[in-house]
Each structure stands twice: as C-alpha cells, then as structure tokens.
C-alpha cells in the first residue's frame, strides 16, 4: 500500500472526478504550487497509485445498445489455459473487461454490442476459447455510475 497523506488523497479525489483537470487547478485546489503538486502527481504515477487517465464514454452514444455481463465457467483449470482464454479475449474488442471471481463460475466479462447479433457472435467465440458454461445478464439501466475509489490518508 503506498504511503498517502491528506494532500495525495485530495489529489486522487479530484483526478478521479476529472482526469483532465489542468495541474494549475489541480494545485489551486489542493493548496500548492503547481510545482509541487507536479511532482506528488508523478510520485503517485510512479508508486503505481494512478495506473492511467480515460474518458469515460457513454456506449449508447457511440452505437452500443447493448450492455451485458457475461458469467463463464471454464472448461479446463490449468494455468496455460486461463492464458489462452485471456490472451483471446484480448482479441475482443467488445469485451471491455474481464475478471476472475468466486464461485460456480471462473470468469466475469463486461461485453458491449451494438445488437443482439453482435452479442451473440461473442457469446458463439466464448466457448471456441475455452468456455464449458456461458450464462449471459443484459444490463437494463444504471442504477449508480462507477464511484471514484474512497482513498485515505494511511
């Protein structure tokens, strides 16, 4: 765990809510130079705290109708064949993430598609890639957005 105080946690608050926030109003608002909250930004880089900066895009509006969550069990449980499936699933582009979790099933995928057609061509590739069982759950409406992380001072 890195070592943060309350000026690095103000710092990830504010990246969380706007990535894109220029340094001089980041440092406005944390209370330092831009200089030096430069520099704390670089540490938290380096430390591995801040792994990147994206835009969140709204799918619908780039042609992504449908969101699903796709819940995979696979067929062989062996190192070299959990690296298969995911290097495969890098080759995916509608999967957006993938996740190793507990329970009945092995994997749990976001998938993207622009229609049920689309959806179902990924859910066709899935056990061509190692999957035994494929249970699929279309995303209906957000309920909460992605939260930013809570971070505290260690």
């Known amino acids: 765990m890195a ?33 030096a909250t430069l520099r704390r930004v670089q540490r938290l880089r380096a430390d591995g705290v801040i792994t990147g900066v994206r835009a969140l895009v709204d799918p619908e509006k780039t042609g992504h109708r449908i969101e699903a969550f796709v819940l995979v069990a696979l067929a062989e449980h ?46 066709r590739t899935l056990p061509r890639i190692g999957a035994r069982r494929v249970t699929t759950l279309l995303r209906l409406e957000g309920l909460k957005p992605p939260a930013p992380i809570p971070v505290k001072p260690s």
Do not use: M, W, Y
């Open 3 to 35: 070592d943060l105080d309350d000026k690095d946690c103000v710092i990830l608050d504010l990246l969380q809510q706007q990535g894109d926030l220029p340094n001089t109003d980041l440092a406005r608002q944390v209370g330092l130079s831009p200089a």
């Open 78 to 123: 062996a190192e070299v064949a959990d690296t298969r499936f995911a290097e495969a699933l890098a080759g995916i582009p509608a999967v957006l993430r993938a996740d190793a979790v507990t329970g009945p099933d092995d994997i749990l995928l976001h998938v993207v598609a622009a229609d049920t057609r689309e959806l179902q061509a990924v859910l």
